[in-house]
C-alpha cells in the first residue's frame, strides 16, 4: 500500500486532472478497489443491469416461462395498443397519482408549515412519522377494517352524523380515492418531514424584510416562501410521483383490481400478465412503458419547474 | 394584528392535533380489534373499547389455540402459525441488512477514499440504476431465480437485494466524504493498509449513519411485499407480509374474522413500531435531503 497521494482540499474534485502522472500513479488504488467494489458489482451486474438488458429484450418476445422466449418484433407493443384493458391501467393509475399525489402534497406543505411555526418537538415528527414504516400491507388491512361497509368505524361514525353508509371499496367510483386517501395517511407525514427539512433552508432575513415590508401571512406564503421552497418541492415531486406510479401492495391485498377493473392499476395488470397468465414478453413490454412514462415525468418536472434554480441566488 | 394572530395560531394548533389523532387513531383501533373477541365485534362496532377483552385473536394466529377454540371465538379454523411468519421476516430482514450494508459500505469507500481512473463514471452508473422502476428488473429476477431453482428458499428472498443497493452506496459515500483524510494519511503513515483504514477507522467513525442506514435497511426490507410474494408463497418461507395477504384471501367473505386479521397486522407492524420508538430521534432527524428515498 504504497500509493499515498496527497488530497486535494476538495474531495470531491475528479482525479485525473494532474499532468500524466506515472503509470503507477494513475492507476492509484485500482487494485484495492476492485476489492472492495467486487460484492457490490456482482450484485450490480447479476440483479439490475443484467435484468435490465434482459427486460428490453424479453418486451420483444412472447415467452411463457416454459419454453425459450421467442422474439416477436413489436408484436406485444402492436397488441398493448389495442388492449383496452391496458389502457384502462393506465387511466385508473394516472387518477391515483393526480389524487394521492395531489392531497398528499397539499397536505405535506400545510403540516410542514404548521410544525415550521408551532413546534419543532421531535415527538410531533416521530408521530406523523410513524404510518410511514409500518408496512403498506399493514396500513391497507387496517384501513379495510376501518372502512368497512357494514361494521367498519368510519362508516359507523358516518351513519351517526346522518350519512348514508359508503362502500369504500365495492363501488367503482370510491375505490380508486379510498386507495389514493390509504396511502395519503401513510406517506403524508414523510412528505412533511422533508418539506420541512427544506423549510429550514430558508433564511431568516428574508422574512424579516417581508415583514418589515408589512407583507401578511398569506402574501409572505405565496410570494416567499413557496417560490423558495421550489427547489425542494420539486425533488419531494419527483420522488413522491415514481413511487405513486407504482402502487401495488394496497390494490394487491384489498380490491385486486375490482370492483369492475376500477382499481386495476399498471401494476396490478403487469403483475397478473405475468404472474397468472404467464405472458411474461407482454408483461415486460408495459413495465418498458411504465419506465419510459416515468422517465419523461421525472424529466418534465425538473425542467418545467428549474428544479436546479434557486431564486434566492 | 396580535388577536388576529393568536386566532390563527390556535387553529394551526387544532389542525395539527386533529393531524396527530388521524395518525395515531388507525393505531389503537388496530389494538382495541386485536383484543376483541370477533364473534361479538359485529353487535357492538362502534364501542372504543375492546369488546369482550380477550387474547383469543393473537392465540388464534399464532397457532395456539385449538380449532374449536379459534371457531368458537370467530376465527376460520384454518391454521395459521405466525410464528413461523415472524421468524421468516426476522431471518429475511436480518440478512439482507446485514450483507447489504457491509457490502454498500465496502463500495461507498471505493468511490469516497480510493483513487482509481474512472471513478466518478462507475459511480454515475451505479446512481443511473436509481431510475430504472423495480417492476421492471423484476420479471427478468423472477426468471432468474427461478432457473436456479429458488423459488421458494430464502436465498431466492434475500439475494436481489444482499449486494448493494445504489442509494445505500450513495448515501454512505456522502458520510465517508466527509472524514478527514488526515487521520488515514496518519493511520498509513503507521503502517495500516486499506482493511485496517476500512474496519478500525471508517466504520467506527461513521458508526452513527451506519447504523441509520442500517435501521432504515430492516424496516424497508421487512415491509417489503412485493417480491416475496413472487417468490416465496410457501409456508416455510413465507414472510409476514406475504402471510397477511394469503390471511385476508382465506378469510370468508360472509364472516370476516376480523380480530383475526387485526391481531396478525399488530404481529407484523408491532417490532417495527418498536425498532421506531427506540431510535424515534436518530430516524426522524434522518428524513432530510440525504433521506430522499
Redesign the interface.
Known amino acids: 500500500?504504497t500509493?499515498?497521494?496527497n488530497?486535494p482540499p476538495n474531495?470531491?474534485s475528479?482525479?485525473?486532472q494532474a499532468p500524466p502522472p506515472p503509470k503507477r500513479r494513475?492507476?492509484?488504488?485500482?487494485k484495492?478497489?476492485m476489492i472492495?467494489?467486487l460484492?457490490?458489482?456482482?450484485?450490480?451486474v447479476?440483479?439490475?443491469?443484467?435484468?435490465?438488458l434482459?427486460?428490453a429484450y424479453?418486451s420483444f418476445t412472447e415467452y411463457s416461462?416454459l419454453e425459450a422466449p421467442k422474439f416477436n418484433g413489436l408484436d406485444n407493443y402492436d397488441r398493448m395498443i389495442h388492449d383496452s384493458f391496458f389502457w384502462n391501467a393506465l387511466v385508473v393509475t394516472l387518477e391515483y397519482v393526480v389524487i394521492n399525489i395531489g392531497v398528499q402534497t397539499v397536505l405535506a406543505v400545510?403540516?410542514a408549515m404548521?410544525?415550521y411555526?408551532?413546534?419543532r418537538s421531535?415527538t410531533?415528527?416521530?408521530?406523523?412519522?410513524?404510518?410511514y414504516?409500518?408496512?403498506?400491507?399493514?396500513?391497507a388491512?387496517?384501513?379495510?377494517?376501518?372502512l368497512?361497509f357494514?361494521?367498519?368505524?368510519v362508516n359507523?361514525?358516518l351513519t351517526?352524523l346522518g350519512i348514508d353508509p359508503i362502500a369504500f371499496f365495492g363501488e367503482s367510483n370510491w375505490a380508486i380515492p379510498t386507495i389514493a386517501g390509504i396511502n395519503v395517511?401513510r406517506h403524508m407525514?414523510?412528505t412533511a418531514?422533508?418539506v420541512f427539512?427544506g423549510l429550514q433552508t430558508i433564511p431568516a432575513y428574508v422574512y424579516e424584510a417581508a415583514e418589515v415590508d408589512g407583507a401578511g401571512?398569506m402574501k409572505t406564503f405565496w410570494r416567499i416562501t413557496l417560490p423558495l421552497l421550489r427547489p425542494?418541492l420539486v425533488?419531494?415531486l419527483v420522488?413522491t410521483m415514481?413511487g405513486s406510479?407504482?402502487i401495488?401492495?394496497t390494490v394487491?391485498?384489498t380490491t385486486r383490481g375490482g370492483p369492475i377493473n376500477s382499481t386495476r392499476v399498471i401494476?396490478y395488470y403487469?403483475?397478473e400478465r405475468?404472474?397468472t397468465r404467464f405472458d411474461?414478453g407482454y408483461?415486460?413490454a408495459m413495465?418498458?412503458v411504465?419506465?419510459v412514462i416515468?422517465?419523461i415525468v421525472?424529466l418534465l418536472q425538473i425542467r418545467l419547474l428549474r428544479a436546479k434554480e434557486s431564486d434566492l441566488a | 394584528m396580535r388577536k388576529q394572530l393568536s386566532v390563527g395560531r390556535i387553529l394551526a394548533w387544532a389542525f395539527l392535533i386533529i393531524l396527530l389523532l388521524l395518525t395515531l387513531f388507525p393505531f389503537y383501533w388496530m389494538l382495541r380489534t386485536a383484543l376483541s373477541n370477533n364473534t361479538a365485534l359485529a353487535g357492538n362496532p362502534s364501542s372504543l373499547l375492546p369488546v369482550e377483552t380477550t387474547l383469543g385473536a393473537f392465540k388464534r394466529v399464532l397457532g395456539l389455540s385449538t380449532i374449536e377454540e379459534a371457531q368458537a371465538q370467530g376465527g376460520s379454523g384454518a391454521s395459521v402459525n405466525f410464528w413461523l411468519y415472524l421468524r421468516n421476516s426476522v431471518v429475511v430482514a436480518t440478512i439482507t441488512t446485514v450483507c447489504q450494508v457491509f457490502f454498500s459500505a465496502m463500495a461507498a469507500y471505493a468511490f469516497a477514499r480510493l483513487r482509481w481512473p474512472g471513478r466518478d463514471k462507475v459511480f454515475a452508473v451505479f446512481l443511473a440504476a436509481l431510475m430504472v422502476p423495480p417492476i421492471f428488473t423484476t420479471l427478468p429476477n423472477f426468471v432468474l431465480i427461478k432457473n436456479l431453482g429458488l423459488l421458494n428458499s430464502f436465498a431466492g428472498i434475500i439475494l436481489p437485494g444482499a449486494f448493494m443497493t445504489p442509494f445505500a452506496i450513495f448515501f454512505l459515500r456522502q458520510f465517508f466524504l466527509s472524514i478527514s483524510r488526515e487521520l488515514e494519511e496518519a493511520a498509513m503513515i503507521d503502517g495500516a493498509g486499506h482493511p485496517r483504514i476500512f474496519f478500525g477507522m471508517i466504520i467506527p467513525l461513521s458508526a452513527a449513519p451506519i447504523a441509520t442506514l442500517a435501521i432504515l435497511t430492516y424496516i424497508n426490507s421487512w415491509n417489503d411485499y412485493f417480491w416475496p410474494l413472487l417468490v416465496g408463497q410457501q409456508e416455510n418461507v413465507r414472510v409476514l407480509t406475504v402471510a397477511l395477504g394469503v390471511f385476508r384471501s382465506q378469510t370468508p367473505q360472509g364472516g370476516p374474522d376480523w380480530a383475526g386479521l387485526m391481531a396478525a397486522t399488530l404481529i407484523a407492524a408491532l417490532p417495527m413500531i418498536i425498532l421506531f420508538l427506540a431510535f424515534a430521534k436518530r430516524i426522524t432527524n434522518s428524513i432530510g435531503f440525504s433521506g430522499i428515498k
Open positions: 500500500m500509493a499515498v497521494t488530497a474531495e470531491r475528479h482525479g485525473g494513475r492507476l492509484g488504488d485500482l484495492v478497489a472492495f467494489l460484492p457490490a458489482t456482482i450484485g450490480f447479476v440483479f439490475y443491469i443484467w435484468p435490465t434482459r427486460g424479453l416461462l400545510a403540516i404548521v410544525m411555526r408551532l413546534t421531535i410531533v415528527r416521530a408521530a406523523i412519522l410513524l404510518p414504516l409500518v408496512a403498506n400491507v399493514v396500513v388491512l387496517v384501513w379495510y377494517w376501518m368497512d357494514q361494521v367498519g368505524i359507523q361514525g351517526w395517511w407525514g414523510y418531514l422533508l427539512a401571512e425542494v425533488m419531494v420522488v415514481i406510479f407504482q401495488f401492495d394487491a391485498v401494476y403487469i403483475f405475468a404472474f411474461f408483461a415486460s413495465a418498458m411504465l419506465f416515468l422517465a421525472s
